[in-house]
């Protein structure tokens, strides 16, 4: 285990000038841009966007102290190797699946949680833990749009995971967590797993949002970050209808004409999305034929 007593290690390893670093600091206020990103239910979701310098500083704090830290295995979001796919998987051809959502998950995180769990006294010295808690929390809370707080939270959680993940195996229950979503399938009392959730969140100074729990039977469709895993796991139907609906247009109109058509005005930005939206099906089922085709398509037209 790297040891860090001394700030000029910090500045070696991360390849920083300490100069630079407190003085990043120092005038906080001044590296983050505040932006709102419209959510799924209506609401707005706040991001806590990093200027260039400090978001590079937070990223060196991630792949070179964070990367070095043990994640639970019941932890799929923002892990090396790990994507929605896996976090989907453990909960294919289920008789029942219940979803759990933490509020304000981001904004809940503490100062002290960051300091002690994560740059904890045995391994920074008091200088050092201080430095790197400031440079990664900001207004009172982890920010969203700053590459080092789902690292953070992984690290946070991970003894909730392995209390969550001991719990469920007792009972035959499939569990996963994707940063603030949680997943739980099987056949189970949901009361008993809820009250046993919300006992260890509240001891973390956690809540559950109860408006977003939701318990589906496989007589309807269960969805687990976006992917339908009633029988394999697939995308949802309109999701592979809208892409097949541009597709289309684009073969009949042409590119240049279906993007003036659909008003968009970066026709690059575009193109980049539908390989995207492509590639992700094509992630989640990679021997769909049609897509395979659109994605072939799409790369010789953009030749």
Request: glycine share 6%; charged share 30%; net charge positive.
């Amino acid at each position: 285990m790297i040891v860090y007593r001394e700030l000029k290690s910090v500045q070696e390893d991360l390849g920083i000038p300490l100069k630079t670093l407190f003085a990043l600091s120092n005038n906080l206020e001044k590296h983050y841009k505040i932006a709102y990103i419209p959510k799924k239910d209506g609401t707005q979701r706040k991001l806590c966007v990093p200027d260039y310098i400090l978001k590079k500083a937070q990223r060196a704090i991630t792949d070179v102290i964070l990367s070095g830290y043990f994640v639970s295995r019941f932890a799929c979001g923002y892990v090396y190797n790990k994507s929605i796919l896996h976090n989907a998987l453990p909960h294919v051809g289920k008789a029942r699946i219940l979803k759990l959502d933490i509020d304000g998950f981001f904004d809940h995180i503490s100062y002290s949680q960051v300091k002690d769990i994560v740059f904890y006294k045995e391994k920074f010295s008091e200088p050092v833990r201080v430095l790197l808690v400031m440079l990664c929390y900001f207004r009172e809370s982890l920010p969203q749009g700053a590459p080092s707080s789902p690292a953070i939270t992984n690290i946070i959680m991970r003894e909730f995971d392995e209390k969550v993940g001991a719990f469920c195996a007792e009972r035959g229950v499939e569990y996963t967590r994707y940063c603030d979503d949680m997943t739980f399938s099987g056949d189970f009392e949901a009361d008993e797993i809820i009250a046993f959730v919300k006992g260890e969140l509240r001891a973390m100074g956690l809540f559950l949002k109860n408006r977003k729990t939701a318990l589906i039977p496989a007589c309807k469709r269960q969805v687990v970050t976006g992917v339908v895993v009633n029988e394999k796991p697939n995308l949802p139907k309109e999701y592979r209808r809208n892409i097949r609906r541009e597709i289309y247009y684009i073969k009949k109109f042409g590119l240049d004409e279906h993007i003036k058509r659909t008003g968009e005005s970066d026709g690059e930005k575009y193109l980049s999305s539908l390989k995207g939206r492509v590639a992700f099906v094509l992630q989640i089922t990679p021997d769909n034929r049609e897509f395979i085709e659109y994605n072939k398509f799409l790369k010789d037209i953009s030749a």
